[in-house]
């Protein structure tokens, strides 16, 4: 272990994991699914996607506790048409449910060539990216769509100034025959609400601009999401006035609004709607098995020649190479693999207070260690 010099204490991987799984047995998940969840969150922090990682850990347990999302559910079939096929989540763990609901369509996948999955009422599925990675080792190309029910509904539209959208991430991933999956995961949003938490619990600073007042006015403050929390609260209040602003201004407002849309009317999810108190994730999958297309052999050459081509571009100042979909996570991992998570004084005492109010003294310790942050 060792303290940089933001405060950030970096801990290993695996004693994460460990930890982690610990805190959810002990919240009442069996032992699969506390190191199923374990797994993915610890993976988004490995991928440098903390806004989907650990820093969760203690709204999880406080959802467990309310009822918002249920331990050792699976997935019911609602409709089943061949390849398409509509499933409700019983408000099971995203990390469950999620993976249920890809598998299943990547079994349809395979017998007809392309699957179409529609996902209503499940928990936070986490980080999108992992649903696409998923897939990909499987063979498949995938997009998938994702919205809230409502609890998630932080984004203004463009031209305006309230909230009516959630952050609505899409992710798309396609199988390479010999590397790491070429995978987009980006919400819609300039930022993911996640990111919104990390800045407020002392990591990553916000974009200027990124957030925007009722009154129009421009700001990065985090505060003006969550109001007067300090960032160690597992609750859902986000008192504060503001919104955060769609990516690429109308482009990105209404890429979120056709999320909503696809994710959300077409599952029976819903949409965003105010007041509603839970978070519920909805998600349309769409699998492609490359072989069905009859252009197998042809597809992997157009793709390296085309990688080759992107990156022959020339440089802009600044940057050293051109990164494709996928490649800052798979550098990312190799660093945080090596040399441990980073996680903030903030975090690391929300992850402590959860750990201490289960009776786990040990697993407080974790972050906590010989009584530092």
């Known amino acids: ?205 916000l974009p200027e601009g990124a957030l925007i007042e009722r009154d129009g006015t421009l700001t990065a403050d985090p505060g003006a999401i969550y109001g007067s929390l300090d960032g160690t609260q597992p609750h859902d209040q986000r008192t504060g006035s503001a919104a955060v602003r769609a990516m690429g201004e109308h482009k990105g407002s209404g890429i979120s609004f056709m999320c909503e849309l696809l994710a959300g009317a077409l599952t029976g999810g819903g949409c965003g709607k105010a007041g509603h108190k839970t978070l519920e994730n909805n998600m349309l999958s769409i699998m492609l098995a490359p072989e069905h297309f009859g252009t197998e052999t042809q597809l992997w050459p157009e793709i390296d020649r085309y990688i080759e081509f992107v990156r022959s571009a020339r440089k802009a100042p600044g940057h050293d190479r051109i990164r494709l979909p996928g490649e800052p996570e798979e550098e990312m991992r190799a660093e945080r693999r090596a040399n441990g998570v980073p996680l903030p004084r903030k975090v690391r005492s929300s992850l402590a207070l959860t750990a201490k109010s289960l009776g786990l003294a040990e697993v407080a310790a974790v972050f906590r260690p010989e009584g530092r942050g």
């Open 1 to 205: 272990m060792n303290v940089t010099q933001d405060d950030a204490l970096a801990i290993d991987a695996g004693r994460l994991r460990e930890a982690v799984a610990a805190i959810f047995a002990a919240a009442g998940c069996d032992e699969a699914e506390s190191a199923r969840i374990a797994r993915y969150l610890v993976e988004a922090n490995l991928t440098g996607h903390d806004s989907h990682g650990i820093i969760r850990v203690p709204r999880y347990v406080h959802w467990l506790d309310t009822g918002t999302v249920r331990a050792r559910r699976s997935i019911r079939i609602v409709m089943d048409a061949g390849a398409i096929a509509l499933l409700d989540g019983d408000h099971g763990f995203g990390q469950t449910i999620g993976e249920q609901a890809v598998m299943l369509g990547v079994e349809k996948a395979r017998e007809f060539g392309v699957s179409v999955v529609g996902l209503r009422n499940s928990g936070h599925l986490g980080r999108i990216g992992d649903w696409a990675e998923l897939a990909a080792a499987e063979g498949l190309i995938s997009i998938h769509f994702v919205n809230t029910s409502g609890l998630g509904m932080l984004v203004a539209p463009y031209g305006g100034t309230e909230r009516r959208m959630s952050t609505n991430p899409i992710g798309i991933g396609v199988p390479m025959p010999d590397g790491p999956p070429l995978v987009l995961d980006c919400a819609t949003s300039i930022v993911a609400e996640g990111k919104v938490l990390v800045a407020l619990n002392g990591g990553k600073p």
